[in-house]
């Protein structure tokens, strides 16, 4: 008796508490043709370790926390790897130095906003996840490094700024708790924004004239 | 050499053929339901004295009895197909992949991969490629947002060298699109359960409908052309009367849709069908 009320007690807690996914997933890496640049790649403490944090409306619902940041680090790498010739990261000063004579540009991913729903909220048998980025291009040059060993930029000299949105879905499942579905959405999301990053990178203006050799005009603008 | 059946239906009465547990969830389902039988006669054969347990011994075997029974099914099969490979597809490949653009379904990853057994089962000679390694190996041109939707987009495809060798390497020589869902159209009844020291128990009774119906297009990846669309549709109904443990009597709708499809596909690509 005593084992039967410490499960319903359980059960009854497990009702309304919190849920967390911390999002895995293998990610493939894309088919295209390399650009002939080198790359090098900024991920920001808040873009590594991306979370997203819903408090419950009530009690029947649930805290809801999303940790992206290790998934999202795991899948832009392998995205860009497969996009150019070279992708360096810049972690810090001596990174910086290493590289700035190979360094063709520097790319600084940022997830804007993260939006999810699942059943208990509209009703419908779909889980979903969508995010939006916003991608910048600066010359290594406008990266600066500090004696405390941290490395800053001035987002006013990035020579491409521009915005994508990804979304992700998956229907619920036989067997499948809330967790693994929204994993799930969070990884179809993903690639979802894999997809629309390779075929929008070249339609961007000034990612095109980069990639032509035409030059950064914006940041070199700036610099007069 | 063209054939066409425009309309041809094949309407199946209810109850005649209702193969158990196809649909992948029934199964696992259903594979739960006989692990919970076996482990209770387990306890059958060390404690025989013990009437509780002789009681479900009894209800074990009439779980046995409602998993064995089907809810019944009826499948209307529409065929329109041309250019058939009357000398079969010899050494190439063919890749069956579900649309995942709609904003309120999906197409079941389970689903494609049952009309894939099926065939392969049908003709070992036939390489079916595996749907999510097909969808990897060429990241990222057949997500939601980049599947090509008409037979015009495969050549933009193609002109993306990587591309082209990976379909080369593959020898694809048919890529199958299958559109559609499996819904719940209706339930009712009621069902109540208890836990006390004596045991456990159910009583009550529900009843569910649901509707298959799914379209298979298929295009000729070389000729690059549309040569024939499939559709099948499903409906059954199911039950679970209860009796202290509840006896699940189950339409295996989806099941019945896939080897609907997944014949007349085969029958398209089989030279020994």
Not at chain 1, 125 to 137: A, D, N, P, Q, S
Not at chain 2, 40 to 68: D, F, Y
Not at chain 2, 258 to 265: M, Y
Request: glycine content about 8%; proline content about 4%.
């Amino acid at each position: 008796m005593k084992w039967s009320s410490a499960v319903i007690v359980a059960m009854a807690l497990s009702a309304c508490g919190s849920k967390q996914v911390i999002v895995q997933g293998n990610f493939p890496t894309p088919i295209i043709e390399k650009h002939s640049k080198t790359l090098a790649v900024v991920y920001t403490d808040e873009f590594a370790n991306h979370e997203f944090f819903d408090q419950a409306a009530g009690r029947k619902e649930s805290d809801w926390l999303v940790k992206t940041g290790d998934a999202q680090v795991q899948f832009w790498d392998t995205l860009l790897t497969g996009m150019f010739d070279q992708v360096v990261h810049i972690r810090s000063h001596d990174d910086l130095h290493e590289h700035e004579d190979s360094i063709d540009a520097v790319i600084i991913p940022y997830v804007v906003d993260l939006q999810y729903t699942i059943p208990t909220h509209t009703n419908v048998k779909i889980y979903e996840i969508w995010m939006r980025y916003r991608f910048r291009l600066v010359t290594l040059d406008a990266i600066h490094d500090h004696d405390n060993g941290d490395l800053s930029y001035d987002p006013e000299t990035s020579f491409a700024d521009w915005q994508l949105t990804a979304y992700g879905k998956t229907p619920t499942a036989f067997l499948q708790s809330d967790e693994e579905a929204v994993n799930l959405a969070a990884i179809v999301a993903l690639r979802d924004a894999g997809a629309n990053f390779v075929t929008s990178f070249e339609r961007v203006n000034e990612v095109k004239a980069w990639l032509d050799g035409r030059g950064v005009e914006r940041y070199e603008k700036g610099k007069k | 050499m063209v054939r066409t059946m425009s309309g041809a239906k094949s309407n199946l009465p209810a109850c005649t053929q209702t193969p158990i547990l196809v649909h992948p969830a029934i199964q696992i389902k259903s594979t739960s339901q006989m692990k919970g039988t076996s482990q209770i006669k387990g306890t059958v054969q060390v404690k025989s004295t013990s009437v509780w347990v002789n009681r479900i011994a009894k209800i074990a075997s009439g779980s046995i009895a409602g998993i064995l029974l089907g809810g019944c099914v009826s499948a209307t099969v529409d065929e329109m197909t041309f250019m058939e490979p009357t000398e079969g597809i010899g050494d190439s490949s063919v890749v069956i992949l579900g649309r995942r653009h709609a904003p309120d379904y999906d197409t079941e990853f389970e689903f494609i991969e049952c009309i894939g057994d099926h065939i392969r089962s049908g003709d070992k000679s036939i390489t079916v490629l595996h749907e999510i390694e097909f969808i990897n190996m060429l990241y990222p041109w057949f997500e939601p947002r980049t599947a090509p939707m008409r037979t015009q987009d495969i050549d933009k495809l193609l002109q993306q060298p990587p591309v082209a060798d990976k379909f080369a390497e593959i020898k694809l020589e048919y890529m199958i699109w299958v559109d559609g869902t499996t819904i719940e159209t209706n339930s009712s009844g009621s069902m109540t359960c208890g836990v006390g020291p004596g045991g456990a128990g159910c009583f009550g009774f529900g009843t569910w409908g649901n509707t298959s119906d799914y379209e298979a297009t298929i295009w000729d990846f070389t000729d690059q052309t549309e040569v024939g669309r499939i559709s099948a549709n499903t409906t059954g109904q199911s039950y679970m009367p209860a009796v202290v443990v509840p006896i699940p009597i189950i339409a295996p709708v989806q099941g019945t849709a896939c080897d609907s499809l997944g014949e007349q596909l085969l029958k398209y690509l089989s030279a020994n069908h």
